[in-house]
């Protein structure tokens, strides 16, 4: 009986020592609210000739402690990082140029973090016209490595978008040579796929121009991609 007492105790305290094993929640992405996607920020306050402070508004998310905010100027690709707690955060950043911003979602008891959707803006400067954002190339994936397709073709697939909503065409720039140089073709504001034509072993380099109405454009920046 002795015995049975002391086997109920130890079990009793190797329960209570017991942690609970379940990962710690992880965080989820905020969802974005100011500046609005693909639009003009007028409500900076002017820093000087050349800055203006915006502050970008974000909604809570469940499980996260800290917000991570991202921007990055796509004249220059320029990134700038401010981390807080709070759901909204200032930066003074370059009037009449196109941003990218987005959030990440930090918990420091998980080892996951969340990120937010990338929205693009312009922050208003003193142009009466802007250009087109820089197209984001979305597919072959810079520095990937991709498979042809059996017509010995890879599909090259970006994202347009112009505050003004008059992009009149893309142009895409395709070689196995840096920068590429040689134009794959032109297609209209709708299209936004252009197949090329690869061989194995190779890495390519692509670009994408895009031109508005007003005659503005924007360069894409190049991506790399090798063909097995």
């Not at 520095?143 to 042809?148: D, L």
């Not at 073709?185 to 090329?196: D, F, Q, R, Y």
């Amino acid at each position: 009986m002795k015995q049975f007492f002391l086997s109920l105790i130890a079990l009793a305290l190797f329960s209570s020592c017991g942690g609970n094993d379940d990962p710690p929640p992880a965080p989820e992405g905020a969802d974005l609210i100011f500046p609005l996607e693909n639009s003009e920020c007028t409500t900076g306050v002017s820093v000087n000739e050349t800055l203006s402070q915006v502050t970008f508004e974000w909604q809570s998310s469940a499980n996260t402690e800290t917000y991570s905010l991202n921007v990055v100027n796509l004249d220059t690709n320029m990134p700038q990082t401010i981390s807080t707690a709070a759901t909204s955060a200032s930066l003074s950043i370059a009037k009449g140029a196109p941003f990218s911003w987005s959030v990440t979602s930090i918990n420091s008891d998980s080892d996951q973090i969340a990120s937010s959707e990338t929205w693009l803006f312009y922050n208003s400067g003193a142009q009466t016209t802007y250009a087109p954002f820089p197209a984001q190339l979305v597919s072959p994936i810079s520095g990937s490595t991709v498979q042809k397709s059996i017509a010995n073709e890879v599909d090259l697939i970006w994202i347009g978008a112009d505050v003004e909503n008059d992009i009149e065409s893309f142009e895409v720039f395709f070689a196995d040579q840096n920068p590429p140089l040689t134009s794959l073709g032109t297609t209209n504001s709708s299209i936004m796929e252009l197949a090329a034509s690869v061989e194995s072993n190779t890495v390519y380099f692509w670009r994408v121009i895009t031109t508005d109405s007003e005659g503005n454009t924007s360069d894409s920046g190049v991506f790399e991609f090798k063909v097995f």
